[in-house]
């Protein structure tokens, strides 16, 4: 693996997951692999667990981490080539990733979705540039379209507590006040087809995921009916796809809430957080031990930390 920016980069996903797991039961047990290396963090956005949980995995690997939140603390990067830099942007993209690479042996970065230009997102201009020039390994903490190692340690959870019948997972989409990017339901959806369950997709009208994403993937309108008899319920908003950046509906139909899950199989409730409460689902949800969202974020420390190993374990 050269670079971490999809889950399709893992060699083998369900090696990968074996890894984490193992991780999980001994975390220390690579603890010299990050001798004399550095992994850089860079920020163009706000982080609780990425940051956290990703730090914590360099440590358990003794490998030292320089954080920086590139939005607030560096210069504004220029992305364009042959621009002539007379704006407020002071440094070029191509001497940052080269300056990064000289004291990073690999570099985690987070970048979201502007949500304003569909194209531009899609071509992930903050990674790729990245990629491009930078001389290091690139790690993705969330960018435009892919939160990869959040949908590693949604795999982990649902691994850890599947039924011992093949599970039903839901992914119903959930009402929000903002537009939120695609980004954890693309890698969901991803990880999902990796997966043995039945997987089911549900959402309004208008807010279907890229349908390149979602190909082969039974996708609904009716979540009431998606829920009946799932063992997993993984909640999520999105901003709509077609009418890019655009939020579609306010109401409160679509959050989750204990009458709701009362469809279910006694299923697990899932959520990558942050959440709001009482918008995306309810109070009495998210507080029934039946909800996994503390579980999902302490995976957050073993999904990271076997993609770091591995990318050590290459040189
Ligand atoms: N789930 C997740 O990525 O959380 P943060 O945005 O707090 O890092």
Same mark, same amino acid.
């Given at each position: 693996?050269?670079?971490?920016?999809?889950?399709?980069?893992?060699?083998?996903?369900?090696?990968?997951?074996?890894? *984490?797991?193992?991780?999980?039961?001994?975390?220390?047990?690579?603890?010299?692999?990050?001798?004399?290396?550095?992994?850089?963090? @860079?920020?163009?956005?706000?982080?609780? &667990?990425?940051?956290?949980?990703?730090?914590?995995?360099?440590?358990?690997?003794? #490998?030292?981490?320089?954080?920086?939140?590139?939005?607030?603390?560096? /210069?504004?990067?220029?992305?364009?080539?042959?621009?002539?830099?007379?704006?407020?942007?002071?440094?070029?993209?191509?001497?940052?990733?080269?300056?990064?690479?000289?004291?990073?042996?690999?570099?985690? +970065?987070? *970048?979201? *979705?502007?949500?304003?230009?569909?194209?531009?997102?899609?071509?992930?201009?903050?990674? &790729?540039?990245?990629?491009?020039?930078?001389?290091?390994? +690139?790690?993705?903490?969330?960018?435009?379209?892919?939160?990869?190692?959040?949908? @590693?340690?949604?795999? +982990?959870?649902?691994?850890?507590?599947?039924?011992?019948?093949?599970?039903?997972?839901?992914?119903?989409?959930?009402?929000?006040?903002?537009? #939120?990017?695609?980004?954890?339901?693309?890698?969901?959806?991803?990880?999902?087809?990796?997966?043995? *369950?039945?997987?089911?997709?549900?959402?309004?009208?208008?807010?279907?995921?890229?349908?390149?994403?979602?190909?082969?993937?039974?996708?609904?309108?009716?979540?009431?009916?998606? @829920?009946?008899?799932?063992?997993?319920?993984?909640?999520?908003? /999105?901003?709509?796809?077609?009418?890019?950046?655009?939020?579609?509906?306010?109401?409160?139909?679509?959050?989750?809430?204990?009458?709701?899950?009362?469809?279910?199989?006694?299923?697990?409730?899932?959520?990558?957080?942050?959440?709001?409460?009482?918008?995306?689902?309810?109070?009495?949800? #998210?507080?029934?031990?039946?909800?996994?969202?503390?579980?999902?974020?302490?995976?957050?420390?073993?999904?990271?930390?076997?993609? #770091?190993?591995?990318?050590?374990?290459?040189?």
């Amino acid at each position: 693996m050269k670079h971490f920016i999809t889950l399709a980069d893992l060699p083998n996903f369900e090696q990968t997951l074996d890894l *984490a797991m193992d991780l999980k039961k001994n975390p220390k047990q690579s603890n010299g692999l990050g001798k004399g290396k550095t992994l850089g963090m @860079l920020f163009f956005n706000p982080s609780l &667990r990425t940051r956290l949980s990703t730090q914590k995995a360099a440590q358990n690997l003794g #490998l030292p981490t320089m954080v920086m939140n590139f939005s607030q603390e560096s /210069w504004a990067l220029e992305f364009e080539d042959g621009t002539k830099m007379s704006g407020l942007r002071s440094e070029h993209v191509k001497e940052a990733a080269n300056v990064v690479s000289q004291y990073c042996d690999m570099v985690a +970065i987070r *970048a979201f *979705a502007s949500l304003s230009d569909k194209e531009k997102d899609e071509a992930e201009i903050v990674l &790729r540039s990245f990629t491009k020039y930078a001389s290091i390994p +690139i790690i993705n903490m969330e960018s435009a379209t892919a939160h990869p190692l959040q949908a @590693l340690a949604d795999a +982990i959870t649902i691994e850890e507590f599947k039924p011992n019948h093949k599970p039903k997972v839901v992914l119903s989409w959930a009402p929000h006040p903002k537009a #939120l990017p695609h980004a954890v339901g693309n890698s969901f959806t991803q990880m999902m087809k990796n997966m043995a *369950a039945d997987f089911v997709i549900a959402h309004p009208e208008g807010y279907s995921l890229n349908p390149k994403i979602t190909e082969g993937i039974e996708c609904t309108t009716d979540q009431e009916k998606a @829920l009946e008899d799932a063992d997993f319920v993984y909640t999520k908003n /999105w901003c709509s796809y077609d009418y890019y950046g655009q939020i579609l509906r306010t109401d409160d139909q679509w959050m989750i809430t204990p009458e709701k899950m009362q469809l279910t199989n006694s299923g697990k409730f899932m959520h990558c957080l942050p959440i709001r409460r009482n918008i995306v689902a309810a109070d009495g949800v #998210l507080d029934s031990p039946n909800s996994l969202v503390i579980q999902q974020s302490q995976n957050r420390i073993y999904s990271a930390q076997a993609v #770091l190993k591995q990318l050590l374990e290459n040189g």
